[in-house]
């Protein structure tokens, strides 16, 4: 399969190494993206900037390409996004997080907010941190458990919901899901320990998506 890399950062590097691991053959598309990368591609993956990622999807869309947006912070346009994905019938994957831990970790907080709701005296909030260079703040997986919040303990969140943000050095990146009450506090934390699992995940989804057509969540793959 011939996966076109839109961006070509520390994710780009490794999504690189995984799919050749897995015997693919990779296109590297750095920093003017051509028509001609996507055309070659059977498959693009998008781990870039927020600014390009409508850009990007348009000119996947036109060459009937499906595709794998890994890059966070463009929630703004994702109508758009889903009403391209539809007219040109591709398939696209998005994820605010393309680990599985991560995604596992979703589960564990929809419990814990479906349980701890049923006790007014706790409080949710959380926090995240990352390297210095993430353009976006809140982290697009922060918003998600935002959501998830949301909709497990309306009653026991503000609205919005307390995010707490730190961008410093080499992060990968840390979540902490905070239940805070007068006599004790619970936490949950998922801490990457590194991005190769992210990569791994970008490319399981990309090998995924080239048999579906429509816009599907990284949660879908799993």
Known sequence: MKITLLGYGKMGHLIHEVAEKRHHQVIIAKRNTTEADIAAADVCIDFSHPDAVLE????VAAHKKPMVIGTT???EHLDTVEALVKEAGIGVVYGSNFS?????FFKLATAAGELLNRFPQYHAGLYEEHHRSKVDSPSGTAKAIADILTTSCPDIIDAPVAIASLRC????GTHTLVFDSPCDTITMTHTARNRSGFAEGAVTAAEWVVKQSGFHLFSDVL
Do not use: E, K, M, Q
């Open 169 to 172: 050095g080499s992060i990968p």
């Open 56 to 59: 990007h999807v348009r000119t």
């Open 100 to 104: 599985i831990g991560v995604n596992l």
């Open 73 to 75: 912070g463009w929630d």
